[in-house]
Nanobody, 118 residues
Framework: QVHFVESGGGLVQTGGSLRLSCLAS????????ISWYREIPTGEREMVAR????????RYSDSAKERFTISRDNAKNTAYLQMTNLKPADTALYLCYASSGFLSTEYWGQGTQVTVSS
């Protein structure tokens, strides 16, 4: 059974930092690209960052560039999102997403809430 444990969210002041973690189980972690998305109260989701099956390939949204860093530790089945210089606009539910084009399979985590106060 696929399961994600996302953690590290919380309340932080503008300019602060947080490190999100996504521990995955129930599937072969190394077969999947891992992304972090964020969801705002309207339900809209935005891709924040993506890391390939190894740490050699990453991609960021314009809002995340130079502030956020995505990484993964395949030995621990865990992906991370280091966020710095946080802004109120970063307030959202952050979700872990695993996808495999080859397997035509995708999985979503439940999310961890990040709130940035001004």
């Amino acid at each position: 059974q696929v399961h994600f444990v996302e953690s590290g969210g919380g309340l932080v002041q503008t300019g602060g930092s947080l490190r999100l973690s996504c521990l995955a189980s129930g599937f072969t972690f190394t077969d999947y690209v891992i992304s972090w998305y964020r969801e705002i109260p309207t339900g809209e989701r935005e891709m924040v960052a993506r890391v390939g099956k190894t740490n050699s390939s990453t991609r960021y949204s314009d809002s995340a560039k130079e502030r956020f860093t995505i990484s993964r530790d395949n030995a621990k089945n865990t992906a991370y999102l280091q966020m710095t210089n946080l802004k109120p606009a970063d307030t959202a539910l952050y979700l872990c997403y695993a996808s495999s084009g080859f397997l035509s399979t995708e999985y979503w985590g439940q999310g961890t809430q990040v709130t940035v106060s001004s």
